[in-house]
């Protein structure tokens, strides 16, 4: 695995953060947090963003998930506190891409890189202007 731009590990980059809990239920044999409850993790954190930038599903405008890319660097335990970061890391005619970032105790466990492609529900659609604006305020600075 290739280590990810190391400027992508800096928590100040990104202006939005979600604090969650570790649960028991998400540990793994190994005793630490398991992929799937990571992958998780990053979901709900994507989610948490969009409902903070004001962004509400119609059906005329549905985004999808179009690709999903998680490294994971560093074990995640059970109990503490993980810290989800979200960034705009780019912004196209009809999608936009989420670079995040999960630590714990200060320690980068995990990155993931997300495309969302708007749709009217059958075919990608371009992005409204206004949202177009909200998402460039939350770029990675």
């Known amino acids: 695995m290739s280590r990810p731009d190391p400027a992508l590990l800096l928590p100040a980059r990104y202006r939005f953060v979600h604090e969650l809990t570790t649960r028991f239920a998400d540990l793994d044999p190994n005793d630490h ?3 799937v409850a990571m992958a998780a993790v990053f979901e709900d954190g994507r989610v948490r963003f969009q409902a903070t930038i004001g962004f509400q599903r119609t059906e005329a405008l549905r985004p999808m998930v179009a690709s999903v890319s998680i490294d994971y660097l560093a074990q995640a335990h059970y109990p503490g506190t993980l810290a989800c970061y979200v960034g ?5 005619r009809s999608s936009w891409t989420l670079q995040q970032l999960v630590t714990q ?3 980068a466990v995990g990155t993931c890189n997300t495309v969302i492609v708007m749709t009217d529900g059958q075919r990608a659609t371009p992005l409204p202007d206004a949202f177009r604006e909200v998402l460039e305020q939350w770029s990675l600075t």
């Not at 705009?88 to 196209?92: L, N, Q, S, W």
């Open 105 to 107: 105790a200060g320690t």
């Open 33 to 35: 947090i398991n992929n």
């Open 88 to 92: 705009v890391a780019a912004i196209g």
